[in-house]
């Protein structure tokens, strides 16, 4: 099933300009909240009515504001899952699969036959007359789905369906909801903030940054090679400084005060540059000098965290530059075996050497 979405919607703050299409499989929407993913899944199923654009499945249009169509959400065949999963609250499991089909299944029969066997596929067995009150999240979720699969929609529209979820049970939803997908084979629409989420359970994925959508590409490209800060961002890059070219594949940070060679592709206006903080490594002082991308910094901070150590820096002489994106801080983090070898060779000192590699530093679009 191929998707494809070119909306407009005014709300207030700043106006909804998505684009993107959508062909098979599972396509992430990575954003912060607020940025409009939402609304842009309640465009597609007809819940919210666009204020210009077109919105069409496989040839199907269900919106499109130059030929005056709007199709109802009945007539789209979209299955739409909630963040809060939308049980009704004083229907029983069973009250609630039969309200999602029989607006499409008539036969009560028939209806009756493919609740059990959703039932039995969902693991709801026993959880028949209970209430969605009386149903863990992880229960409730799978009612939702069961009912959504009840209906047989055409794409599956999934609306942060982690969000209310505790670590453990997300892991194990999270496996059964891949299963499903893939059973599925349609087109799926995934939407996110996190990009660990989005990593695992997607295959291509749009960025979107207070109602911007970019290209859809590949997810592995969004953490490899960002092409925008707001990109990098969401991909859990921590360090920017704004750039300047200085010469052939070289840039000046701005707020580190210091020139860095790169070795990838750079946008043509490119603005920033990012490096991720496990991309940063701490370098003996006698085997800083004369090293490339290598610089002096002071120690701000050592941080031990669960399972790494985060060192928040700051590069000699930058205090002199106003202003500076983040304070011109830098943040490294590494593994405790590491930190605690580099300490045994330094020994700890209120400064520490760093080097980033020129695969590392990420030239980037930005605003």
Same mark, same amino acid.
């Given at each position: ?12 703050? @700043? ?47 269900? @919106? ?158 969004? @953490? ?70 290598? @610089? ?72």
């Amino acid at each position: 099933m191929s998707l494809y979405v070119d909306i407009k919607k005014d709300l207030g703050s @700043f106006v909804l300009e998505t684009q993107f299409a959508a062909d098979g499989g599972v396509t992430g929407i990575l954003g912060a909240s607020g940025c409009g993913k939402s609304m842009t899944l309640r465009c597609i199923a007809g819940i919210m009515k666009p204020d210009e654009g077109r919105i069409e499945l496989d040839g199907k249009v269900f @919106f499109d504001s130059v030929k005056n169509i709007n199709l109802k959400p009945q007539q789209r065949h979209v299955g739409l899952l909630f963040q809060n999963y939308a049980l009704f609250p004083n229907m029983t499991v069973w009250q609630n699969l039969m309200a999602g089909l029989l607006p499409y299944e008539k036969d009560r029969k028939r209806a009756v036959e493919s609740i059990e066997a959703m039932i039995g596929k969902f693991c709801l067995d026993g959880l028949e007359k209970h209430k969605p009150g009386q149903l863990s999240g992880g229960q409730q979720q799978r009612v939702a789905l069961a009912r959504i699969f009840l209906s047989k929609p055409e794409i599956l529209l999934l609306d942060e369906p982690f969000s209310a979820l505790d670590d453990f049970l997300k892991w194990k939803l999270e496996l059964e909801l891949a299963d499903l997908l893939e059973e599925f084979g349609g087109s799926t629409l995934f939407v996110s903030h996190s990009r660990e989420e989005i990593y695992r359970v997607c295959d291509r994925v749009c960025v979107m940054d207070r109602g911007k959508s970019s290209p859809v590409i590949p997810v592995k490209q969004l @953490f490899e090679v960002p092409r925008s800060r707001a990109a990098a961002v969401l991909s859990g890059c921590k360090n920017f400084s704004r750039a300047r070219a200085a010469g052939s594949r070289a840039v000046y940070a701005e707020d580190w005060g210091v020139t860095l060679e790169y070795t990838g592709e750079a946008p043509e206006n490119f603005r920033y540059i990012g490096v991720r903080s496990h991309y940063i490594y701490p370098v003996l002082s006698k085997e800083a000098p004369g090293q490339k991308n290598t @610089f002096c910094c002071d120690v701000l901070r050592v941080i031990e965290d669960v399972f790494s150590i985060v060192v928040i820096l700051q590069p000699k002489g930058v205090a002199d530059l106003e202003p500076k994106e983040n304070n011109g801080r830098i943040r490294l983090e590494t593994t405790k075996e590491v930190w605690q070898d580099f300490c045994r060779q330094e020994g700890f000192q209120n400064e520490l050497w760093v080097h980033m590699g020129g695969k590392d530093i990420m030239v980037l679009e930005g605003v």
